[in-house]
């Protein structure tokens, strides 16, 4: 039940180790809260599952099934999160299970893995199965591997398979942010294969205030980048703990500048810095964003931020679990993050029960709305080998996940969170990236009209715990994020407000990466690290330019060359 929020954003994203942490401790916390207050019904959907024989009724023919059954293999990468889940639930492996078994009985689709394996050797493997030509009938791979594969002919032509095959339910949810996430997966003009799309709309930033400190010192809530300088001067310097002691800082951040919480680029985005994005420039050029004029102005304010110490004179020494131990001990009352910051804030309350935090929108130095910077988030991609006879099998595996989840037949609590995060047992996880976004709306409506029955399953949980945290007994801890996400005046409200003011900003570049991007990528990403935190630890401000004119020097310039030959081929 709980997992959908966590589980669904999360998990389905690749991210630095210490983020997972947090969030396995959220989810981990919340399914035993799940557990002891809803045993019975957990019980019967397990029963339910054990039990249930499905056939299929359904007549679109992306979810028509083959008769005989046919067998299709995948290779699969574990994880200790994945076996602890499988632990939780009887009767069921990763083989043989609730998944499994509705694909076998509805689409007569038989799920093999070729082999299994963890974390760094899963990626060893399937490097040395791409490279040696041995795949599986349906291989999820990175987009240099797709082209790979394809330059060897190894996989087939999935163009017509998908317009004949995805229902409109799958057409409407992979397209859900648009066709971006097809140009990758597109390789002169055919498709070669199905995006595992992300949701990119849940980077959107906001900024996480303790309120209990902003009310302390009469505070109000930031209009501009100026007044986000005046609450962090004042958090340091005015002893918002009331403690008499100097022992505040102004704003979280980590050694790692992009991190999805604690990072600068939710600051940046107000000078109209994207350090992380192409963009387009007036010319109709795609630019990168990290090495334009407006970083150096934010930079130097957080050069100045650092030498006023109100950020850590050790943060560049400090990753997110210690920046995060940091805002527990309620040292910091300011971060820029993303929806779930919420969870990662309340860690807060433990030592300070009245400690309170609010999400408000980024700001600018105007004052007018500012983009907000949404980096494209699909990065892996389904392709099929040449000899599978069936290459549509996988948009009918994508077709009944979506229909059996967010469909007319949907059995949400049985197939996606039966409190536990059981869409991991399936081989394709597609979900709709606004699907978050998606509840908060239909809380929204609900809480204006009083008519709670048009709840989906995923708002329905939700709701339970808002009401949990607001009957104020002793669980009430349990939904206080929830609260602060989804609730009246949650992060939501702000991403609502963000997208009726059109100030989402997609990346410009949703090619698949260059030939000098796949050569020079991980160097021009380090220079530009260890350049920006050089400044803002107090070298001079001109080592900009010199940055800039290393990164063109080496292979920058190439590569801007290359985005835009795509850009203006595709766009
Ligand atoms: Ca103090």
Partial sequence: ???????????????????????????????????????????????????????NDYDEI???????????SFVRETS?????????????????????RIYEQVLGISINYDWKAKGDLYKQKLSFSVSSGQIPDVIKVSSEQLRILSNAGLIQDLTEVYN?????????????????????????????????????????MYIWLRTDWMEQLRLQPPQTINDVLEISRAFTEMDPDQNGQDDTFGLAITNYLWDPVMSIKGFMAGFEAYPELWIVDDSNNLV???????????????????????????????????????IADGKVGMMYGEQWGSFVVQSSKTLASDADWKAYPIVSLTGNPPKVPLKLRTYQYFAVSKDLEQPEAIIKLINLHLEKNWGETAEYNTFYSSSYPVWQLSPVTPYPAQKNLEAYRQLDEARETGNWNLLNAEAQSIQKLIEQFQAGGTDKSHGWGWDKTYGVNGAFSILDQYEANDQLLYEA??????????????????????????IILGNSINEFDQFVETWYELGGAEITKEANEWYHQNK
């Fill in 80 to 100: 200790d999160e994945l076996e602890g889940l499988i632990n939780l639930l009887p009767g069921e492996s990763l083989e043989d299970n609730r998944w499994s």
């Fill in 62 to 72: 992306g979810l028509s099934k083959y008769e005989p059954s046919i067998e299709l």
């Fill in 509 to 534: 570049f949703t090619g698949a990466p260059t030939e000098t991007m796949i050569e020079r990528i991980s160097i021009l990403h380090d220079l530009q690290h260890e350049s920006y935190i050089n």
């Fill in 164 to 204: 004949k095959y995805a229902t409109p339910l799958t057409k409407d949810i992979l397209e859900q942010e648009g066709r971006s996430t097809f140009d990758a997966a597109t390789i002169d003009g055919k498709l070669m294969a199905i995006p595992d799309t992300n949701s990119s709309i849940e980077g959107a």
């Fill in 288 to 326: 990168f964003g990290g090495i334009q004029p407006e970083v150096k102005e934010s930079l130097l304010a957080l050069q100045q931020m650092y030498k006023n110490g109100q950020l850590d004179p050790e943060f560049s020494f400090k990753n997110g679990g210690k920046v995060k131990q940091q």
């Fill in 1 to 55: 039940m709980i997992s959908l929020c966590l589980g669904g954003v999360f998990l389905h994203i690749a991210m630095k180790n210490w983020v997972k942490l947090i969030v396995l401790t959220v989810l981990l916390t919340l399914v035993v809260t799940a557990c002891e207050n809803e045993s019975n019904t957990l019980n019967n959907n397990d029963e339910s599952v054990e039990q249930n024989e499905y056939s």
